[in-house]
């Protein structure tokens, strides 16, 4: 009779040997081994000094259900610790700082920790990952997915280092799932962003540090998410809330593209966030010009309330066209255009926040490299430069547009306002709290309208014209304030 | 059964994992070299995945009475109890043409109750006994290349859960090489015949409803081209390389660049389309491939790339193809136009 050894519940430390061998095979790696115990689900014990080796079996096997508690402990791993597609998994550690996932051995794989099968209600909870080659944690296509007291950090450094490129774009990064929660996370290092939540739904992202990476949050292509309570700080950019074309929307039918839509960012700290851009030139994260506390680009239905926001250099809070990135996009080409985005800011309603010290000193271009070449050219950076460091105000507006509006609201160049509807974006501004204000709120500059197909326009601010708009409210304006999500869905 | 003696039967498998390679009774060692067992047929493929210059070794079997069904683009349709084996073992000196090879792990794919699972057997350094080990190993190699330069590569045997990543179509276990497109060559079979394999797949009871080769599509042969143009070589190298997961259905379905040689929009095979979520897979250029321009492509850059951040594919290989990123680089530079901003 031949013997099997089940997948389900293979661990090193128990590796059945065929029938037929004639010698013992010890495991490749000797050290303490993962243990199970036979309940349903199982509980799986990693103790301090359990091998890669053991490790990766025993959740390479895992069954539904089965929690691995590891030990206080540092463990290096070589690969990719990559999450077979089962559901109700947990990986718990004695807390960050406690337990460890260390990958500056890293030789094989791609990031920390893989779930990319489509798992569903599976946890993170209490380690420190740090020093994987590329992103922290990447979950794809789950249905239930919590992050809490998870820290992800880059210790080598960042900035001038020959290891900057060893810093993963993202320290944790759910796509294209739905019930996500990120919650008392600390994150820090990220060449791109700390917390990146792309192509889901039903979000939250809450009490978590992000600092020193390039952009400390970010929502992209996502729909209802509450974004709270979170410190961003050291990071180039605080917040992002973002659209781009040609991304997959998330997966369900509730969206047909992959636009931004109901996003509440509301009760964070956000200062300091001056730290030079040192993304991958190839991102849009690398136009973000340092210094910046919210941006908003191609998002709708956003509401921003409640956040301290202070001493970032650039900005307070900007609402951006994806046309600044991309000034010969054609929205109504198919080929260039195949989701439909929207790819204007609209129905932004900013309100009861408290802003100081920001716009101080203004970044445009990111001329800052790691490896001493040049990031690239910056047109959003540049835009905002030009405008905040236009001189109609003795100190810099808080909350800015960079007046790329939408057919029929064509405004020839500088000609101030003359033929713009008051609001054509639909944004509002209520009750925030030391906001530095000329005469109005939003601030517009007039660009060469660049939906139309044809050469790119180039920026001269020669040519600029500004604007200055009262999108002053003294109430919620219609479709606010925005539903909260809805916490009881969140696993 | 002889476990791997001389008169053991092929092993359909079932629910779970044999815990020795010798147990399903599909390949063994033989003077160095992998052999199928009787009644197993091993087959090859037009353009490979590169891994690491593994040599492989394929074989497919299944029990008598089923047969696989034909598919003109997707991979064949299989039966219940098919079982697929694929061998890496690693030559000592590739400008040798009788190198002495070490096997490293033979992984088996099979079919059971409508459903692919996957797992890897791990050589021993004896090379006598192949164990399950489903939780991967990163394995330092060092070998001579073609061009007589000492390689050291951190192969990597995966993980199941890693078998899973690339062998993923819309989050089920699939074979990725199978198909109708790269099955289409001849092949030396074991008794010196040489037939295409279609053709004996068909003859051997293995393959239902193919019709005759020259009327069955044929992708072309990477690195010879007598069998396509530069272009078509070039894309099936990404097709094998990349398309399991660069595909509506695989892992990596959220960047929007589909790679199969069946992508027929240029945009979606990355003609002046701005990478997704690169990070420093970027390299700082604007698009993953710029006619007539390797330098601003993205593509060139991760293939040239042993940076596992930046290396692409993500799994399965830490050394340079250097004849693999020398066709992408040329048909690259061979395209004419130019991409917006």
Request: aromatic share 8%; proline share 9%; with cysteine.
């Amino acid at each position: 009779m031949l013997r099997r050894v089940s997948v389900v519940l293979l661990s090193a430390g128990a590796l059945a040997l065929g029938a037929c061998s004639s010698s013992t095979t010890p495991p490749p790696d000797a050290g303490a081994a993962v243990s199970c115990t036979s309940s349903v689900p199982p509980v799986c014990t990693v103790p301090a000094g359990a091998t890669e080796s053991s490790i990766s079996s025993a959740i390479a096997g895992a069954a539904a259900g089965t929690t691995f508690n590891f030990a206080a402990g540092t463990f290096p791993f070589k690969n990719t610790i990559t999450v077979p597609g089962v559901a109700g998994l947990t990986f718990k550690g004695a807390g960050i700082g406690q337990t460890i996932l260390e990958f500056a051995g890293q030789t094989a794989g791609s990031g920390g920790i893989s779930a990319t099968l489509g798992n569903a209600a599976l946890r993170f909870e209490g380690f420190t990952i740090q020093n994987t080659l590329g992103d922290g944690i990447k979950v794809e296509k789950a249905t239930g997915v919590v992050f809490y007291q998870v820290q992800v950090r880059w210790l080598n450094a960042a900035d001038g280092g020959p290891n900057y490129l060893r810093h993963g774009g993202y320290g944790i990064y759910p796509v294209q799932s739905q019930n996500v929660l990120v919650d008392h996370c600390d994150i820090s290092g990220a060449r791109d962003t700390g917390a990146y939540i792309g192509q889901s739904y039903t979000i939250v992202v809450s009490n978590n540090t992000v600092h020193d990476n390039v952009a400390g949050i970010e929502i992209e292509a996502s729909r209802n998410a509450d974004v709270h309570d979170n410190v961003s700080t050291n990071n180039s950019g605080g917040i992002l809330v973002f659209a781009l074309p040609n991304l997959q929307p998330p997966p369900d039918a509730g969206q047909p593209n992959d636009a931004t839509n109901y996003v509440r960012v509301y009760n964070n700290t956000i200062t300091a966030n001056n730290t030079p851009n040192f993304a991958d030139p190839s991102g849009s994260v690398a136009q973000v010009p340092a210094g910046s506390g919210i941006v908003m680009l191609a998002a709708n239905y956003v509401e921003v309330f409640g956040n301290t926001i202070s001493n970032n250099d650039t900005l307070a809070v900007a609402n951006a066209s994806y046309l600044v990135l991309n000034p010969s996009f054609n929205p109504l080409d198919p080929a260039q255009n195949p989701t439909g985005l929207n790819p204007f800011s609209s129905w932004v309603y900013v309100h009861d926040n408290t802003f100081s010290n920001n716009g101080g000193n203004p970044q445009g271009s990111n001329v800052y490299s790691p490896d001493g070449g040049s990031n690239g050219p910056n047109q959003l950076g540049e835009l905002f430069q030009a405008l905040i460091l236009y001189g109609a105000w003795t100190s810099a507006p808080d909350v800015i547009w960079d007046g790329i509006a939408p057919p029929p609201y064509v405004a020839p160049i500088g000609d101030g306002d003359a033929g713009v509807p008051a609001n054509p974006l639909t944004y509002y501004f209520a009750n925030n709290h030391n906001a530095n204000v000329t005469g109005s709120d939003w601030v517009n500059v007039n660009l060469p309208k660049v939906y139309i197909p044809g050469p790119p326009p180039s920026i001269n601010v020669n040519d600029l014209a500004f604007d200055f708009y009262p999108f002053q409210v003294t109430s919620a304006p219609a479709g606010f304030p925005l539903p909260a999500v809805d916490a009881g869905i969140l696993p | 059964m002889g476990c791997g003696g001389s008169n053991c039967t092929p092993d359909a498998g079932g629910a779970t994992a044999f815990a020795t390679l010798d147990q399903w009774c599909q390949v063994k060692l033989v003077n160095g070299d992998i052999a199928p067992e009787s009644g197993v047929t091993p087959y090859s493929l037009n353009t490979p995945l590169f891994s690491d210059y593994a040599i492989k070794r394929r074989t497919v079997w299944m029990p008598s009475g089923v047969s696989a069904a034909y598919d003109d683009t997707n991979v064949l349709s299989f039966p219940d109890g098919t079982v697929l084996t694929k061998s890496f073992g690693f030559a000592d000196d590739l400008r040798k043409t009788q190198p002495t090879i070490t096997w490293v792990e033979t992984r088996v794919i099979w079919k059971t109750a409508g459903a692919w699972q996957a797992i890897t057997y791990r050589w021993d350094s004896a090379q006598k006994t192949a164990t399950a080990n489903p939780g991967g190993e990163v394995v330092p190699l060092s070998f001579i290349d073609a061009n007589g330069n000492p390689v050291s590569a951190n192969y990597l045997v995966p993980s199941s859960p890693q078998c899973a990543q690339c062998h993923n179509s819309s989050e089920v276990l699939q074979p990725i090489g199978p198909k109708a497109r790269n099955l289409n060559r001849d092949n030396v079979y074991p008794d010196g015949n040489t037939q295409n394999q279609l053709t004996y797949w068909t003859a051997k009871g293995l393959l239902t409803g193919a019709p005759d080769p020259s009327a069955a599509p044929k992708l072309a042969v990477w690195n010879d081209p007598s069998t396509g143009t530069l272009e078509q070589r070039a894309r099936a190298y990404l097709e094998s390389n990349c398309a399991h997961c660069h595909s509506p259905t695989g892992e990596a379905y959220t960047t929007g660049l589909f790679l199969s040689t069946l992508e027929t929009d240029p945009f979606s095979y990355g003609i002046c389309k701005h990478p997704v979520a690169a990070g420093p897979g970027g390299g700082g250029r604007p698009v993953d491939i710029y006619p007539g321009n390797p330098t601003l492509s993205v593509i060139p850059f991760r293939l040239e790339s042993t940076e596992p951040s930046i290396a692409m594919p993500q799994i399965g290989r830490s050394v340079v193809d250097t004849a693999g990123l020398q066709l992408v680089t040329d048909w690259i530079s061979s395209l004419t136009g130019t991409c917006g901003s």
